[in-house]
């Protein structure tokens, strides 16, 4: 079974559109994360939620929101979408939190023309 | 704020040789938690080695260990008898319980050659 899932893996899309990432733990954790890694590798935390808390990372463009339906899931939602999105999105999850080991998912990789 | 820098972007090692990746950081806090994730071809990030800062033994997992140099903010990753499957980009990332932010570093790119 795959702990953390992500649908789609890949995602080409036009500029201005609404588009969704979904992930998905089975590991019971209680903290999920979603990641951006821009075309030179560099990972940039975008948001951290539990079921008390979420954290955004404040160079976040508001155009990006987290929703999380119940404690196994951590969609990500962007609007009006832009060519600078374009990057692979990880989904995370970890037992508690930050300092606990994160496991990832495959990544998404959003194409935006 | 925390920083994570690893001044080597590529590196290469020889099958069955070992390679030290370095990694430092800068903090004012006491407590924090270090990571080595590696990022395979496949893209899929795994976690290779956790480190809590106030243990002093450095920590191991099978063929990788870490130089733990608390007081130096340095955290360099030993990977022996070096595989083919270690080809991979490896990430450094620091985190505390007081802190809002996981960092990472830029990362490694490290090729094992045959």
């Known amino acids: 079974d795959t702990a953390v899932s992500q649908t789609p893996k890949y995602l080409v899309t036009q500029m201005g559109n609404d588009k969704s990432i979904k992930c998905e733990q089975n590991l019971g954790h209680d903290t999920m994360y979603w990641y951006k890694q821009d075309s030179k590798k560099f990972l940039k935390i975008m948001f951290s939620?539990?079921?008390?808390?979420?954290?955004i990372n404040e160079t976040v463009p508001n155009r990006f929101s987290p929703k999380s339906p119940d404690k196994a899931h951590l969609n990500l939602h962007i609007n009006s979408l832009e060519l600078g999105d374009s990057a692979v999105y990880f989904c995370?999850?970890?037992?508690?939190?930050?300092?606990?080991?994160?496991?990832f998912g495959p990544g998404t990789r959003l194409t935006v023309l | 704020a925390q920083t994570v820098t690893q001044s080597q972007p590529e590196m290469s090692v020889q099958e069955a040789e070992t390679v030290t990746l370095s990694c430092t950081y800068d903090t004012s806090e006491s407590n924090y938690y270090l990571f080595w994730y590696k990022q395979p071809p496949s893209r899929q990030m795994i976690l290779v080695i956790r480190q809590e800062a106030y243990k002093q033994q450095n920590a191991t997992e099978n063929r990788f260990s870490v130089n733990f140099q608390k007081a130096a903010k340095s955290f360099s990753l030993k990977i022996s008898d070096s595989q083919l499957g270690d080809t991979a980009m490896y990430f450094c990332?620091?985190?505390?319980?007081?802190?809002?932010?996981?960092?990472f570093g830029t990362g490694t790119s490290l090729t094992v050659i045959p």
């Open positions: 939620y539990n079921n008390k808390e979420l954290i």
């Open positions: 995370a999850s970890s037992q508690a939190s930050r300092t606990d080991t994160q496991y």
């Open positions: 990332a620091f985190s505390s319980n007081t802190g809002n932010q996981f960092y």
